[in-house]
């Protein structure tokens, strides 16, 4: 015996996730399969993950500190567990970028296993319930702008491939006035005093 579902789908807005889920009594088949997602943080990271992810770097804060690090945290707000199958870097040509993962991940990785991530509803989960990704960025160059990739592949719905662009972003044009006060002292009448002040740039971009 064979029975028909009828699905009717209708977008009104947006990406749409979700699934069907269907019990009988059958030993193996009672439950169909739970569905898992993706979702990165922090939430401004990306606009949607339909239209892409991207993270800046500060280039002065950069060129400051020798280097910069931020985090990216893998979630997983879908039903399954969701499989992290690859994490790499893309576009990295001059070598500006690199990864720190987590032991876990990165031995999971190497054994050709997928690293496993629990939803965020279950209360008792069987696997961490996020991931954390550190991407670290240090200037090859005095005043580069290389371009990268954060690549995340894995078994969610919504998207199996999270590429997450990385750029450096030049602070703008800053002045600086030195000294910001300037005293004269005492000048009399009919002479002449001079005084020198330096105009500087303290920003990422020429000022004009």
Same mark, same amino acid.
């Given at each position: 015996?064979?029975?028909?579902?009828?699905?009717?789908?209708?977008?009104?807005?947006?990406?749409?996730?979700?699934?069907?889920?269907?019990?009988?009594?059958?030993?193996?088949?009672?439950?169909?399969?739970?569905?898992?997602?993706?979702?990165?943080?922090?939430?401004?990271?990306?606009?949607?993950?339909?239209?892409?992810?991207?993270?800046?770097?500060?280039?002065?804060?950069?060129?400051?500190?020798?280097?910069?690090?931020?985090?990216?945290?893998? *979630?997983?707000?879908?039903?399954?567990?969701?499989?992290? !199958?690859? @994490?790499?870097? #893309? =576009?990295?040509?001059?070598? +500006?970028?690199?990864?720190?993962?987590?032991?876990?991940?990165?031995?999971?990785?190497?054994?050709?296993?997928?690293?496993?991530?629990?939803?965020?509803?279950?209360?008792?989960?069987?696997?961490?319930?996020?991931?954390?990704?550190?991407?670290?960025?240090?200037?090859?160059?005095?005043?580069?702008?290389?371009?990268?990739? *954060?690549?995340?592949?894995?078994?969610?719905?919504?998207? !199996?491939? @999270?590429?997450? #662009? =990385?750029?450096?972003?030049? +602070?703008?044009?800053?002045?600086?006035?030195?000294?910001?006060?300037?005293?004269?002292?005492?000048?009399?009448?009919?002479?002449?005093?001079?005084?020198?002040?330096?105009?500087?740039?303290?920003?990422?971009?020429?000022?004009?």
């Amino acid at each position: 015996m064979r029975t028909t579902l009828r699905i009717l789908f209708v977008l009104l807005a947006g990406a749409a996730l979700g699934h069907v889920t269907g019990c009988n009594n059958h030993p193996d088949l009672g439950r169909y399969e739970r569905l898992p997602a993706i979702e990165l943080s922090p939430t401004d990271l990306c606009k949607g993950l339909a239209t892409g992810c991207s993270y800046e770097f500060l280039a002065s804060e950069a060129e400051q500190l020798g280097s910069l690090m931020t985090e990216i945290t893998v *979630l997983n707000p879908g039903e399954g567990p969701l499989e992290i !199958t690859g @994490v790499f870097l #893309g =576009l990295n040509e001059d070598g +500006a970028y690199s990864l720190e993962l987590p032991e876990a991940l990165a031995a999971a990785l190497a054994a050709g296993e997928p690293y496993m991530v629990s939803p965020l509803k279950e209360k008792s989960a069987d696997f961490p319930k996020e991931l954390s990704i550190r991407v670290r960025y240090t200037p090859v160059e005095a005043g580069d702008d290389p371009s990268g990739r *954060l690549i995340i592949e894995n078994n969610s719905t919504n998207r !199996t491939t @999270v590429r997450v #662009g =990385l750029a450096v972003r030049k +602070a703008p044009p800053k002045i600086q006035i030195s000294p910001e006060v300037v005293d004269f002292g005492r000048v009399d009448l009919g002479e002449t005093a001079e005084r020198t002040i330096n105009v500087l740039n303290i920003g990422g971009e020429p000022l004009s």
